[in-house]
């Protein structure tokens, strides 16, 4: 039997991998081996395209087996990944690598053509197996391929345990790919040598094992997409806790101007979440003469986070209206420690929801006088949602 894929299911592939790869494009590009992967899809891309080439005309068998190069092209990218040593490696280092890699390619590609040529000349059937052409083919296909997936795979295992959990899902789906093509490759050598089992010609089933992985490998890939796309779009967890946080980091910073810090364009969602945490807290310390002295701490009766949250709105406005502190007290009114992040934010995130509620209470003081802040990039009422 042979494989042929439906052209209907191969353009629905290249569709999809061209979406993917335009987003990998624009917003996965950060490290080396984005960019290797985003190479790899591409030579991928290419490949299926030149599948897709009309078969009628003087060319079409030449266009087939520069297809089956592209299929030895894009497999030496996985060497490529194998090889990295780490992700902000130099790039001149991996790109002479890369030439060296895509040297291996070009020479396969060029033996492949002249197997083809001869083949063609001799009026022989080109395919694994017949005449020397076809073992020459052989070679030159399920040779580089074999030993650069299998140090893929080696490479695959030992990082298996630093990796995090989506990057073992992606490390494992790709080893699964690595397992479907050597399990190919073996019943494809079984069928040279022992001429079982009978799955008919080699060379549609290159197509169709091509076309499988390479679907494979999109669907794998998308998940940094998708997880960049969440960030681009501040659906992420650090990009909402900046919006609900935001009017409560806004007023401060308007109180408190001078621990405003200068915003690093490149720190992503969660470092603006990091800076706005630390200039709320660095607001509070400085608000902290201003308070009314009633409750000189946050305690942790029902009820408290409401009261200090009106005790912060007065501060705000004694503050921002000139009037002078009611006391010397300048220690840090909220009673958790800065070094537990997450149960910081957690507290923060709920004076901010009583903050929304009881500034209320003294608006006209707070909202008199307001100075143009700008808030940080992503986090400004045009991201709110």
Not at 129 to 137: H, K, T, V, Y
Request: glycine share 8%; with cysteine; net charge neutral.
């Amino acid at each position: 039997m042979s494989f042929t894929v439906p052209d209907g299911v191969a353009w629905a592939i290249v569709g999809a991998l061209s979406l993917v790869l335009a987003g990998r494009f624009l917003l996965v590009r950060e490290t080396v081996v984005d960019y290797l992967v985003n190479r790899l899809l591409l030579c991928s891309l290419f490949g299926l395209l030149l599948y897709r080439w009309p078969e009628a005309g003087p060319f079409a068998g030449v266009v087939e087996l520069l297809a089956i190069g592209c299929v030895v092209l894009s497999t030496t990218y996985f060497l490529g990944i194998a090889r990295v040593e780490g992700p902000h490696e130099e790039m001149g280092r991996v790109r002479r690598r890369e030439r060296r890699h895509c040297s291996i390619a070009l020479a396969s590609t060029a033996v492949i053509l002249f197997a083809g040529w001869s083949a063609d000349a001799k009026g022989l059937p080109l395919d694994f197996g017949i005449g020397w052409q076809g073992w020459l083919l052989a070679l030159a296909i399920g040779g580089p391929v074999a030993v650069i997936m299998a140090l893929f795979a080696m490479r695959g295992l030992r990082e298996l345990r630093s990796s995090r959990a989506v990057e073992k899902l992606v490390a494992f789906g790709l080893l699964a790919v690595n397992l479907f093509i050597w399990t190919n490759q073996l019943l494809s050598a079984s069928e040279l040598m022992f001429g079982r089992p009978e799955l008919g010609p080699h060379l549609p089933r290159i197509e169709w094992i091509f076309t499988v992985c390479v679907a494979a490998d999109g669907l794998l890939v998308t998940l940094p997409l998708a997880a960049a796309l969440i960030d681009a779009a501040g659906l992420d967890s650090a990009s909402r806790s900046c919006r609900r946080l935001h009017v409560l980091w806004r007023d401060l910073t308007e109180a408190v101007p001078e621990i405003v810090m200068t915003p690093d364009a490149d720190s992503g969602s969660d470092g603006r979440l990091f800076r706005m945490t630390v200039e709320i807290r660095d607001a509070i310390l400085h608000l902290g003469p201003y308070l009314p002295p009633v409750y000189d701490r946050l305690g942790e009766g029902p009820g408290e986070i409401d009261r200090f949250a009106h005790r912060l709105a007065l501060a705000t406005a004694a503050r921002k209206a000139g009037a002078p502190p009611e006391n010397r007290r300048s220690a840090e009114p909220l009673g958790l420690s800065a070094r537990d992040f997450d149960a910081d934010l957690r507290q923060l995130r709920e004076l901010s929801r009583a903050w929304v509620r009881m500034r209320s209470a003294v608006m006209p003081a707070i909202e008199s006088a307001r100075p143009t802040l700008s808030p940080p990039p992503g986090t400004g009422p045009a991201g709110l949602k």
